[in-house]
């Protein structure tokens, strides 16, 4: 079972990347730290009321000088590439419109605007007697 929106303020993952949660004249305003992550590689996704965000964030290192091949005088240069990834998926209550989710990536924050479904007021009913 995935924790609801309400259940917790705030969480920090192994990776260190921190979801706070506020609520904003009845919308949910979620802000993940996603630092070094690009837009095309983050991924959100939202199935039978859960809200899932799914992030890599790639790191690139050059080490000059390794032992084999023929560059540089028999000295070959290395080029390593790791990846780090976070995934975190959350129960949106009932009363959030997952179809109209808002998502934005800005300086390593991705912030998630969940709209509140309006509650249309019926009229009342007239229940004729027979």
Do not use: C
Not at 49 to 68: D, E, M
Request: glycine share 8%.
């Amino acid at each position: 079972m995935h924790p609801s929106y309400f259940e917790r303020e705030s969480e920090v993952s192994t990776f260190g990347w921190m979801h706070t949660i506020e609520k904003d004249n009845g919308d949910v305003v979620v802000s993940v730290d996603l630092p070094g992550v690009k837009k095309e590689d983050v991924s959100i996704s939202a199935e039978h009321g859960v809200l899932t965000v799914h992030g890599i964030r790639r790191f690139a290192s050059s080490q000059k000088g390794g032992t084999s091949g023929e560059q540089n005088g028999g000295m070959k240069d290395e080029m390593n590439v790791s990846t780090s990834e976070v995934k975190r998926s959350f129960t949106v209550p009932k009363a959030y419109d997952v179809d109209n989710i808002q998502a934005h990536l800005e300086e390593g924050v991705l912030t998630l605007t969940l709209p509140k479904i309006a509650k249309e007021e019926k009229a009342k009913k007239q229940i004729l007697v027979q």
